[in-house]
């Protein structure tokens, strides 16, 4: 829920719900209660909607439904709005006025995506409450039940929580997924988490403003990050107001975003974020965990596994598409296309259930497919590459992926790229780029590494080889563990690549903790040495307070003795390269390893460099 600067969702009115109830009610102008109940009855609200975006695309997910009071009135804030609506035993009623106006507002609008609907537990809890009410006005609107989503927007403490997952599971049956909000803020959110199995949890906009300047809000967000993996969570992070934060949240991995730096809220809400930030996303996912594909993977696109299925208009009916497809077994999917544009996709199995089951045809059979077709269905232009087709089936869901892609040129049809396709050939670029990249860190290894010292060479062009290598990283992993390893060398790329220019730099992982940078960047050695200090600063969160203080850890060497160890430190070992002065990789090979040599005989992180057959490279 994105509330900063007044941007409230509907049910943040946490200046009212922190205090101790009243015994009895706060004094109101009369006025302020004939207002209140004006509003309700003549439906007097506005609906907001503030994009949530991907954070690996910068695609938007969908939207949060946001509200505003009357213009010009003293309820058109929503804090005050529900101060109101709470001071008279009225939020019920405002909640689900709030709810049926975003609802219309959002099909009205043909908004993109998802709906993040914001319920409060209090409402749920309500024994008396119809659940069903807001099933049934979405099925009126023609809304989708998939594409919205339950946020539940905690501002009391929850007690009843037996209670509390009745009402979710019964929304969740009903095609519901659910969110909770304010990880971070909420009175019991993380039990919230445990005991309900959310689809989404937002993270409170507290721990992320300044995040990229606070080790401490870093720590908690990678943290709940960790978490989600777990749990077959997405995060959200809200409240993202700067590029710095943008950038920080997208280097933790957080699936989401949604802030001021996104976009604003608005009663008509831009359906495509900013060139701007789609850049910054673009180029950090570059900077941060470089795709590495095989020469002969490099242009493949979608384009390349589009298929012409027979297409229908959204006039057709039911009974016309059922026999379609019993005139045709191997028929599968069938798209609907009105006027060259894309509106949905029929899906063979989810039509023959449907019919089969009793009275349906007699109900639906002369009623238009729109009935039956899936309307969000994955679309892409034509000249989209297979890497990021491979994203989007990442984040997709199941039926999407069985139903393949519809590509388009301009927007306009031009065929369907079905599912087993994509993954055929998605699987066989993955299998040749393994070959390539390493797994870990995805920079790449030997053979790319090994070509691209021997391209450099061959041009003539001057360069500098930097070998990298983590000091004591073994005793490390014996003290700590694997994982806490892997996290290391994630963290060790992610400082190598941040140092480096990548328009002219090439960065590769030569297997554990063994990295190479081949600069060409003139400035390589204050590079070099910016790197280094961001190392030691960085790695000191992943050793304890004690080990820190002892300076390094007890483990076992290669004999079995309990020897103490000093803290992980980087050593870089470099070697200058012109014309002539190497033959080939095998060489820089040996000369990088052995100036490696020399720089891990200097305590800490250290650089050394091998200036014997310096030739004026700087």
């Given at each position: 829920m994105q509330h900063g600067h007044m941007d409230l969702s509907i049910f943040n009115n946490r200046a009212v719900t922190n205090m101790v109830a009243p015994t009895t009610t706060c004094h109101v102008p009369s006025e302020i209660l004939h207002l209140l109940h004006q509003i309700i009855n003549e439906r007097l609200l506005n609906a907001y909607f503030q994009p949530i975006i991907q954070m690996q695309d910068g695609q938007i997910l969908g939207y949060e439904g946001l509200i505003r009071g009357p213009v010009d009135s003293p309820l058109h804030s929503p804090?005050?709005?529900?101060?109101?609506?709470?001071?008279?035993?009225?939020?019920?009623?405002?909640?689900?006025?709030?709810?049926?106006?975003?609802?219309?507002?959002?099909?009205?609008?043909?908004?993109?995506?998802?709906?993040?609907?914001?319920?409060?537990?209090?409402?749920?809890?309500?024994?008396?409450?119809?659940?069903?009410?807001?099933?049934?006005y979405i099925h009126e609107l023609g809304i989708n039940p998939s594409r919205v989503i339950i946020e539940l927007t905690e501002y009391q403490p929850t007690h009843d929580y037996a209670l509390l997952q009745e009402a979710v599971l019964h929304y969740r049956e009903m095609g519901f997924e659910i969110a909770i909000?304010?990880?971070?803020?909420?009175?019991?959110?993380?039990?919230?988490?445990?005991e309900l199995k959310p689809e989404f949890v937002k993270i409170d906009m507290h721990f992320i403003q300044g995040i990229e300047q606070d080790s401490v809000k870093m720590q908690f967000v990678r943290s709940i990050q960790s978490i989600a993996e777990k749990s077959s969570t997405r995060v959200i992070a809200e409240g993202i107001e700067t590029c710095a934060e943008l950038l920080a949240i997208q280097n933790l991995g957080i699936a989401c975003g949604q802030g001021y730096h996104i976009a604003r809220p608005?009663?008509?809400?831009?359906?495509?974020?900013?060139?701007?930030?789609?850049?910054?996303?673009?180029?950090?996912?570059?900077?941060?965990m470089p795709q590495v594909v095989p020469k002969c993977e490099s242009n493949v696109?979608?384009?390349?596994?589009?298929?012409?299925?027979?297409?229908?208009?959204?006039?057709?009916?039911?009974?016309?598409?059922?026999?379609?497809?019993?005139?045709?077994?191997?028929?599968?999917?069938?798209?609907?296309?009105?006027?060259?544009?894309?509106?949905?996709?029929?899906?063979?199995?989810?039509?023959?259930?449907?019919?089969?089951?009793?009275?349906?045809?007699?109900?639906?059979?002369?009623?238009?497919?729109?009935?039956?077709?899936?309307i969000c269905p994955l679309v892409v232009d034509h000249n989209t590459s297979l890497q990021q087709v491979s994203h989007m089936i990442v984040e997709a869901d199941s039926d999407q992926l069985i139903n393949g892609m519809i590509v388009t040129e301009e927007g306009r049809y031009l065929g369907l790229a079905t599912g087993p396709d994509l993954m055929r050939e998605i699987t066989k670029m993955q299998i040749e780029a393994a070959r390539y990249a390493n797994p870990l860190t995805q920079l790449p290894g030997n053979v790319p590494i090994n070509d691209k010292i021997d391209e450099m060479?061959?041009?003539?062009?001057?360069?500098?080889?930097?070998?990298?290598?983590?000091?004591?990283?073994?005793?490390?992993?014996?003290v700590y563990g694997y994982q806490r390893g892997d996290e290391v060398l994630q963290l060790t790329s992610r400082v190598i690549l941040a140092h480096?220019?990548?328009?002219?730099?090439?960065?590769?992982?030569?297997?554990?903790?063994d990295f190479i940078i081949l600069f060409r960047s003139e400035n390589w050695e204050q590079r070099c040495q910016h790197l280094l200090a961001e190392f030691e600063s960085s790695v000191t969160e992943f050793f304890s307070n004690e080990d820190s203080m002892k300076g390094g850890y007890l483990s076992e060497d290669r004999q079995g003795k309990k020897v103490f160890y000093p803290l992980i430190s980087l050593s870089l070992g470099v070697v200058l390269s012109k014309a002539g002065?190497?033959?080939?990789?095998?060489?820089?090979?040996?000369?990088?390893?052995?100036?490696?040599?020399?720089?891990?005989?200097?305590?800490?992180?250290?650089?050394?460099?091998?200036?014997?057959?310096?030739l004026g490279v700087r």
């Open positions: 804090m005050k709005l529900f101060q109101a609506a709470w001071e008279h035993n009225l939020s019920i009623e405002v909640e689900h006025l709030c709810r049926r106006i975003i609802l219309e507002q959002f099909k009205l609008l043909k908004l993109p995506g998802k709906l993040f609907l914001n319920v409060s537990p209090e409402c749920l809890l309500q024994r008396g409450t119809r659940h069903g009410e807001t099933l049934n909000d304010d990880l971070g803020e909420g009175f019991s959110s993380l039990r919230l988490w445990s608005h009663p008509n809400p831009t359906r495509v974020i900013s060139a701007e930030v789609v850049k910054s996303l673009s180029a950090k996912r570059k900077k941060s696109t979608i384009k390349n596994l589009i298929k012409a299925p027979m297409t229908i208009n959204s006039s057709t009916l039911n009974n016309q598409v059922e026999n379609l497809f019993l005139a045709d077994a191997k028929l599968k999917i069938i798209p609907v296309v009105d006027d060259s544009v894309a509106v949905g996709i029929i899906n063979r199995h989810n039509m023959i259930d449907r019919f089969s089951r009793p009275y349906q045809r007699e109900l639906y059979g002369k009623k238009s497919c729109k009935i039956f077709m899936d060479i061959q041009s003539g062009e001057p360069f500098v080889a930097c070998y990298c290598d983590l000091d004591h990283f073994k005793p490390f992993n014996d480096c220019d990548l328009q002219s730099d090439f960065v590769g992982h030569i297997g554990g903790d002065t190497y033959l080939s990789h095998h060489h820089i090979s040996v000369a990088a390893a052995d100036a490696k040599k020399q720089a891990k005989k200097i305590h800490g992180n250290s650089l050394f460099i091998d200036r014997r057959k310096e």
